[in-house]
């Protein structure tokens, strides 16, 4: 399985993007699919994830502010990010868990202007 992040960035404060990773594989089988991130000299960090029944869970940080979903369809997720603070800039990471094996894309960077 091969996921291709998109949709990274420079954004202003305030402002939106929204990133996309498109799996080589039908996601309906995967057990659970997110992003994670990881800005310049912190760990990588779970942002938001989406199981197979689209159940969905955030870190307390994003609450409110980003929204993930899954398209079966188009073996792609998404995460709409709104009101972007300098402090979510980072490096974000989708990831896929199936069948117990991990599978993780290459990165997008997301960079927030103050």
């Known amino acids: 399985v ?12 305030g402002g939106s993007l929204r990133l996309s990773c498109a799996a080589s594989a039908g996601i309906s089988s995967f057990n659970v699919m997110g992003w994670y991130r990881q ?19 955030y870190a307390d940080s994003v609450k409110g ?9 188009k073996n792609t997720v998404y995460l ?4 972007l603070r300098p402090d979510d800039t980072a490096v974000y990471y989708c990831k ?7 599978y993780w894309g ?8 103050s």
């Open 2 to 13: 091969q996921l291709q992040a998109s949709g990274g960035g420079l954004v202003q404060a």
């Open 39 to 57: 800005a310049p000299g912190k760990q990588r960090e779970l942002v938001a994830l989406i199981t197979s029944s689209s159940s969905t869970d």
């Open 65 to 73: 502010r980003f929204t993930i979903s899954r398209d079966n369809a």
């Open 80 to 83: 709409e990010m709104n009101s």
């Open 96 to 102: 896929a868990v199936k069948t117990g094996r991990v």
């Open 106 to 113: 290459q990165g997008t960077l997301v960079t927030v202007s």
